[in-house]
T-cell receptor, first 116, second 116 residues
Framework: GAGVSQSPSNKVTEKGKDVELRCDPISGHTALYWYRQSLGQGLEFLIYFQGNSAPDKSGLPSDRFSAERTGGSVSTLTIQRTQQEDSAVYLC??????????????FGPGTRLTVL | AQKITQTQPGMFVQEKEAVTLDCTYDTSDPSYGLFWYKQPSSGEMIFLIYQGSYDQQNATEGRYSLNFQKARKSANLVISASQLGDSAMYFCALWKGRSNDYKLSFGAGTTVTVRA
């Protein structure tokens, strides 16, 4: 079946512009995660949606970052007034309803964001 | 707060030999889980293996095994009979073990290069 998809695959923007990154999770997966990976670094958690519960936004680095998940499926990560330090690969993952011990997270290919 | 440490930024291994990737963690939660992911140059994150803190036996998945030493808070990944396709970045990740919190904390990663 189809995996997690993300669009665009690459995004180049100018400093100060807003960007929207999209994630389509695997059908039936109730949990959706956004992570950020800076060059040569590990993944940094940003935000996590689980079913109809309030999202865990504890990883968002500033109020310029926001995300929503419509209808429990597609998610959009928005970065307002982008800065050069926002340049990174933004990875989305989704997982089935079970615990991470039994239902692992499946990652999308990522969106590479470059802020000039 | 959780912390994952991968002290080896890069490693070289000869084809068909075994390699051990170090991972230490710090958590105050009695229940937690440890994951290893592989990230090839193409960028996707591939789940390899999982170890729960209460699991009595070390996890194994094909050529991957986890050397879990709970008292030392280490969860080293062993790749046996290395193949050229094993060249990638490898990440250790920690889950808090809570049913209402599925997000993962990742280490900085170790780059493995397999030589023919």
């Amino acid at each position: 079946g189809a995996g997690v998809s993300q669009s665009p695959s690459n995004k180049v923007t100018e400093k100060g512009k807003d960007v929207e990154l999209r994630c389509d999770p695997i059908s039936g997966h109730t949990a959706l995660y956004w992570y950020r990976q800076s060059l040569g670094q590990g993944l940094e958690f940003l935000i996590y949606f689980q079913g109809n519960s309030a999202p865990d936004k504890s990883g968002l680095p500033s109020d310029r970052f926001s995300a929503e998940r419509t209808g429990g499926s597609v998610s959009t990560l928005t970065i307002q007034r982008t800065q050069q330090e926002d340049s990174a690969v933004y990875l989305c993952a989704s997982s089935p309803p079970g615990l991470p011990s039994t239902d692992t997270q499946y990652f999308g290919p990522g969106t590479r964001l470059t802020v000039l | 707060a959780q912390k994952i440490t991968q002290t080896q930024p890069g490693m070289f291994v000869q084809e068909k030999e075994a390699v051990t990737l170090d991972c230490t963690y710090d958590t105050s939660d009695p229940s937690y889980g440890l994951f290893w992911y592989k990230q090839p140059s193409s960028g996707e994150m591939i789940f390899l293996i999982y170890q729960g803190s209460y699991d009595q036996q070390n996890a194994t998945e094909g050529r991957y095994s986890l050397n879990f030493q709970k008292a030392r808070k280490s969860a080293n990944l062993v790749i046996s009979a290395s193949q050229l396709g094993d060249s990638a970045m490898y990440f250790c990740a920690l889950w808090k073990g809570r049913s209402n919190d599925y997000k993962l904390s990742f280490g900085a990663g170790t780059t493995v290069t397999v030589r023919a």
